[in-house]
């Protein structure tokens, strides 16, 4: 038997109890032996709840009780999150978390500490909800050199673009709806403006690469300036614009993650990850490429994870370290993202053709009506583009839009 | 330092020792400790191959040797691999396979063995190739009750059917195209009549439900007499003919495993799978559905989900018991597919809709030309829909295609 608690009774820590006692046979069957939940913490109080019985308001009832092994940690937030965490750890207790705010800050402490008490924190649900892509990533992509992980990491801005693309809603009304459907904050900036994407994205590069990537250190931009008639000249041209958060390794060895709104062209199956849905697309030089789809969020499809840890810690008696990074004193190996390469989709107001042909190069024009011109680059630099942004600009050409174009 | 021995250096066997020479230091990281290919087995002589000196051709020089912990069985079909397989677990070496006709065939027998020996039989590389789908399966959905699994398994089937489908081609000419590009055999029967999908879908329908399902007992139907015409009208609907291996969970116990064309409305991601990817989607009572893509077929594809398993048994010191299943001593656990229920396509010559709708019930008519109706059911089963079938033959209608049509 074994015994394990549930940290924070909100969305997800309720889903994780819910969810247990549904399929109770099943995953007792998973991990080999009896399981229960003995404890749930929370400060608030739960009257008539039919758990009322096992919540608790000290993180101490659960670390005094020797009978504890694993804790599901659903809390959010840095602290106390962080704390309790490292007293669970501290005690050989394992930790599995859907908190990827805790994970992208203190990840690589929370898991040498793991390791110094031969025991595991888990995070499969941090990134991608539902989706299983942390232990699909260093386990059964074990013998690949990674090149590249790109995803579609909030659901939220995910649901904004996909009313913009298919319902010809502006954002500002994409975002209302999105709000009183309840996939959106009433202080929506964490999704909007890419931080969310942003932890996830630097857990999977701190996974894949061996490093901790701290929020800070990666560029992000949101999508709160993504106009409705981009949105349509490149769904007419062959693409949807989608808030990706990617990293690449490079040539130089440095890594390059981003979180910004890239077009994604229909030949990308990720162009076609609509509403709440979360994708991630992986690229190796075994597999070429390989993607991960589901709900990246919501109460059940998070527990389905943070259980799905739970019963991996309760059948490992040791660390599982293919799945540590370490910790970075620096950030010198993360590249500047103004050295990125992508082709580049402008929309330009006043100009020829002809002078921005002569200005950018190669251009591809896929719209030229109502004195607008949007074109495509060559793959160029952020750099380079900025240049020729700089350049048109000089020359009296109004630069309404840059977007970067994601490969296949 | 873990040496291992890879069975069979064909097209599978040749990717699994390139691959693991050219990623050996990651491969040792996530094992974390060092590994080495010590013999290859093939009855051929290979002079001049870099890795000429670890070839034998016996599989005792292996099964004598103490250092072996684990094998790559990459010879395909059921004898003589079945008897190594035995062999090797027998003596606790654990075994990781892309012989999916093997799994399909005597899975249960081989996973029984492995726990005997407490070793370990991997099969990630039987279905899906690249996509990591079984591992996925008992290990991050394990708090989930499944319901359905559906995937595209098969990927000369996918690629014939996206040339239809995009390109306009018939049926004969895109297998020829197949052929050509060397994604189909000279005899491409095992691929079009859909056997190859089927054993794929035992394998999961095994993993997912607990027992042994045997390719005899699952209604297996081909892509070969699809016509074009269909193709098109499907696709101007809104949706993609697609070869779809499924296996859902019924309300009286059973499982319900079919293979056959069906149509995948646009809505279902599966939908936009295109060329030789294959993909996979999962229904939880968690996750709701979840999507695994990626190559299916393929050198390095498959040998990095051989690999995968070969790190996995290195690190495993005992059997993973959740990805077991028991030997079926009947098949009474599979119901009819008669009783599956879909929404139903029909497409007839002669006939009013005045007609059809009285015979058929509600029918929403997505073609009207040349003298051909074509019109989709509500929910019936398949039993129903033949029923349907015999009265408009009755009444004089022909029909040309009765096609089901997969939900989202």
């Not at 109080?45 to 092994?69: A, H, Q, W």
């Not at 950030?331 to 100009?351: C, H, I, P, W």
Request: net charge negative; charged share 25%; glycine share 8%.
């Amino acid at each position: 038997m074994s015994k394990f608690a549930v940290l924070g009774y909100g969305v997800v820590g309720s889903g994780v109890v819910e969810l247990f006692y549904k399929n109770r046979e099943k995953i007792e069957e998973k991990a080999g032996h009896k399981m229960d939940v003995k404890y749930i913490l929370d400060i608030r109080d739960f009257p008539g709840d039919p758990y009322e019985d096992k919540l608790v308001k000290s993180i101490d009832d659960i670390l005094n009780d020797n009978e504890i092994t694993a804790v599901a940690e659903c809390m959010g937030g840095v602290e106390p999150a962080f704390t309790f965490t490292k007293q669970c750890l501290s005690k050989g207790i394992s930790v599995s978390t859907s908190n990827k705010e805790l994970v992208a800050a203190k990840g690589d402490i929370l898991l040498e500490l793991a390791k110094e008490n031969n025991c595991n924190y888990f995070f499969e649900a941090s990134v991608g909800g539902a989706i299983p892509i942390i232990r699909p990533l260093h386990k059964c992509l074990a013998a690949n050199s990674i090149s590249e992980v790109a995803g579609i990491l909030n659901g939220t801005t995910n649901f904004i673009l996909t009313k913009m693309i298919n319902d010809g809603m502006k954002f500002d009304d994409a975002l209302k709806l999105a709000q009183e459907l309840g996939y959106a904050e009433r202080n929506p900036e964490a999704d909007v403006e890419g931080h969310d994407a942003c932890r996830k994205i630097c857990i999977i590069s701190s996974l894949v690469y061996g490093k901790h990537v701290y929020p800070e250190n990666v560029y992000t931009k949101g999508i709160t300036d993504i106009k409705l008639e981009d949105v349509q000249i490149v769904n007419n041209w062959g693409g949807s614009i989608k808030l990706i958060a990617k990293v690449s390794k490079l040539d130089n060895g440095n890594i390059l993650p981003t979180v910004m709104p890239m077009i994604v062209p229909f030949s990308n199956l990720m162009s076609r990850v609509d509403d709440v849905f979360n994708a991630v697309m992986v690229y190796g030089d075994g597999i070429d490429k390989t993607m991960f789809y589901g709900r990246g969020a919501g109460k059940l499809p998070t527990a389905s994870a943070v259980l799905a840890d739970v019963i991996e810690s309760v059948k490992h008696d040791r660390t599982v370290f293919s799945q540590m990074w370490a910790s970075s004193s620096d950030n010198s190996f993360v590249e500047d993202y103004k050295n990125l390469q992508a082709q580049m989709y402008f929309r330009t107001e006043s100009g020829s053709k002809n002078e921005v042909t002569c200005i950018a190069g190669n251009a591809e024009f896929i719209y030229d009506e109502n004195n607008q011109l949007a074109f495509l680059t060559d793959v160029i630099s952020i750099k380079d583009a900025q240049n020729i942004a700089d350049k048109l600009s000089a020359n009296g050409i109004k630069i309404v839009s840059v977007i970067p174009v994601l490969g296949e």
